[in-house]
């Protein structure tokens, strides 16, 4: 059964980092592609971050040049490095496949960022 399970998240201070991980099972792991996404209060979920399985990257532009995301095949890991985080990156994050299994998201994870 595919699953995701994202953690990492917490409370941060404008123009700190956090590092948010997500194992990912059920499926062929090394040749999927994923992408993390959040959904702030009162807005639709958007991504935020996708990688390829040949590890090609692509960003919103909302992050480009402070967010940098990753995968680990052996330990079917992805993982997003946030960098001088904004208040307005407050969210829960989440990941899943890209294209996403609508069925299939997560508990996602919460980040706050305090101005």
């Known amino acids: 059964q595919v699953q995701f399970v994202e953690s990492g998240g917490g409370l941060v201070q404008a123009g700190g980092s956090l590092r948010l991980s997500c194992a990912a099972s059920?499926?062929?792991?090394?040749?999927?592609?994923f992408g993390w996404y959040r959904q702030a209060p009162g807005n639709q979920r958007e991504w935020v971050a996708i990688?390829?399985?040949?590890?090609?990257?692509k960003y919103a532009d909302s992050v480009k040049g402070r967010f940098s995301i990753a995968r680990d095949n052996a330990e079917k890991a992805v993982v997003l490095q946030m960098n001088s985080l904004k208040p307005e990156d407050t969210a829960v994050y989440y990941c899943?496949?890209?294209?996403?299994?609508?069925?299939?998201w997560g508990q996602g994870t919460q980040v706050t960022v305090s101005s």
């Open positions: 899943n496949a890209s294209p996403y299994f609508e069925n299939h």
């Open positions: 059920g499926m062929s792991f090394s040749l999927s592609s």
């Open positions: 990688i390829t399985s040949g590890r090609t990257t």
